[in-house]
């Protein structure tokens, strides 16, 4: 991942988003992870609906 500094996770995002809309993955086989008190502790986020979001 060199050259993403700083954009790794934006990278990443991407990519996923790419398998998932292309159907080489399902969302569920997709794992989120966050800090938690006693180390990483996973995370459920719902499957986007594919409408795009507006900032």
């Not at 050259?3 to 399902?26: F, H, P, Q």
């Not at 992870?33 to 609906?49: H, I, L």
Request: proline share 5%; hydrophobic share 30%; net charge neutral.
């Amino acid at each position: 991942m060199k050259g993403l500094t700083g954009y790794a996770t934006d990278a990443e995002m991407g990519w996923i988003a790419k398998a998932v809309s292309s159907g080489e993955r399902s969302w569920d086989s997709v794992k989120f992870y966050r800090p938690g008190k006693d180390g990483w502790e996973s995370v459920k986020v719902d499957e986007p609906d594919g409408r795009p979001t507006r900032s």
